[in-house]
C-alpha cells in the first residue's frame, strides 16, 4: 500500500467542466508520480440537486478522462451519521448553535449598519458575516421561532472556538512548482498561517442538511486517510477553517497543494452556474480526450 492517498472529490450537483478535468488529471499525474492511490469521492450532501442522471454523468466523464482510482467510491450521502457525530461532538462542547435569521433579514440589518456609516465585514467569498440572532432578535422572538420548530442553520461559534486555540493554527501547503513542466514536490511545503475569524460563525448543517461541505470534507478526509488534498485556489482560504475543524475534532491534517484556476478567455472562473460548456457537450461536439490534454499544462500530460 502507497504510502501517500490523494482523492478526487468532485460534486455531482452539475455537469463538471475543463476546470474539473484539470483537476482530476493533475491529481491523477501525482498519484502516478508518487506511487499514490487516488480515491474518488462523491460529495452529493444536497440530495436534491444532485440527482441520478448527474451522478452517473459525472462516473462516465472520468471513465473518459482515463483516471485510474481505487475502488469502491466513497459517496457522502450514505455517510451522513458521520457528520452528525462530529457535529454533536462540537455541540457538546457548546460550539454549535442554532441561527434563525433569514438572508432577507441579514441584507436589512447590514444595509442600516452601512448607513450610519459602518462597513461590515465579509468572508473571503465575500458573504457577510453573520451578525448573531441577538443583533436583530428579541429573546421573546427566538422562544417563539424555537417552539414553531422554525428553519435553522448550525452555526459554529466563532469566539468560543478561537478561545480553544492554545496558539496559532497553521496548514502546510505544498510549494508551487518554478515552471508550468514540473509538478509540485512532495517534499517542498510551506508553512501558511491559519485565519479562521476571517470566516465569522459558519454554517455546519442546516435543519433540512445534515452537514456542510466544510464539515463533511474534513470528516472524511481523515476517516479516508487523505495525506494530500489537492484542489483549485478557490479554496485555498477555506483551509483556515479545514484546519480549525480539524483541531477541534482531532482529526489528522493532510499537506494542501491549491491549483491555478482554468479560466475563460475573458478571464472568468469556469462554472457550472455560469453555464460554461460541460466536457459531456464538449466530447458531443467532438473532442476528443488526447486534444483535451494538449490543452492542459505540460507538467500533467508529461506525467500521465
Not at 459525472?58 to 475502488?71: A, E, F, H, R, V
Not at 480549525?244 to 491534517?253: M, T
Request: hydrophobic fraction near 35%; charged fraction near 20%.
Amino acid at each position: 500500500m502507497s504510502q501517500f492517498l490523494l482523492r478526487f472529490a468532485p460534486s455531482p450537483n452539475g455537469l463538471l467542466h475543463k476546470g474539473h478535468a484539470y483537476s482530476a488529471l493533475l491529481n491523477a499525474a501525482l498519484a502516478k508520480k508518487y506511487n499514490a492511490d487516488l480515491l474518488i469521492r462523491m460529495e452529493d450532501i444536497d440530495t436534491i440537486r444532485c440527482t441520478q442522471e448527474l451522478k452517473q454523468q459525472t462516473l462516465q466523464d472520468l471513465k473518459w478522462l482515463q483516471i485510474p482510482y481505487k475502488q469502491p467510491v466513497l459517496w457522502q450521502s450514505s455517510r451522513f451519521h458521520a457528520y452528525k457525530n462530529a457535529l454533536n461532538y462540537l455541540a457538546k462542547m457548546g460550539l454549535v448553535y442554532k441561527a434563525y435569521l433569514t438572508r432577507k433579514q441579514i441584507t436589512q440589518f447590514i444595509k442600516s449598519q452601512e448607513e450610519q456609516g459602518i462597513s461590515w465585514p465579509s468572508d473571503p467569498d465575500g458573504a457577510p458575516l453573520y451578525p448573531g440572532d441577538d443583533a436583530i432578535l428579541s429573546k421573546s422572538q427566538l422562544q417563539k421561532l424555537s417552539d414553531e420548530k422554525a428553519p435553522y442553520a448550525l452555526r459554529l461559534n466563532m469566539r468560543r472556538a478561537r478561545q480553544m486555540l492554545n496558539s496559532p493554527l497553521y496548514w502546510q501547503e505544498l510549494t508551487p512548482p518554478k515552471t508550468s513542466v514540473d509538478l509540485p514536490a512532495f517534499e517542498q511545503v510551506d508553512t501558511i498561517k491559519t485565519d479562521p475569524s476571517a470566516w465569522g460563525d459558519m454554517v455546519l448543517a442546516r435543519k433540512d442538511t445534515p452537514t456542510s461541505y466544510h464539515l463533511s470534507v474534513v470528516v472524511d478526509d481523515a476517516a479516508q486517510g487523505i495525506t494530500h488534498v489537492v484542489r483549485g485556489q478557490d479554496l485555498y482560504h477555506a483551509t483556515s477553517i479545514h484546519r480549525l475543524l480539524q483541531h477541534l475534532l482531532h482529526l489528522p491534517a493532510p499537506i494542501y497543494h491549491h491549483h491555478p484556476l482554468i479560466k475563460t478567455s475573458a478571464g472568468e472562473k469556469l462554472s457550472k452556474s455560469a453555464g460554461h460548456k460541460s466536457l459531456k457537450e464538449l466530447r458531443e461536439q467532438g473532442l476528443t480526450r488526447q486534444e483535451l490534454l494538449q490543452s492542459m499544462p505540460s507538467a500533467i500530460t508529461n506525467n500521465l
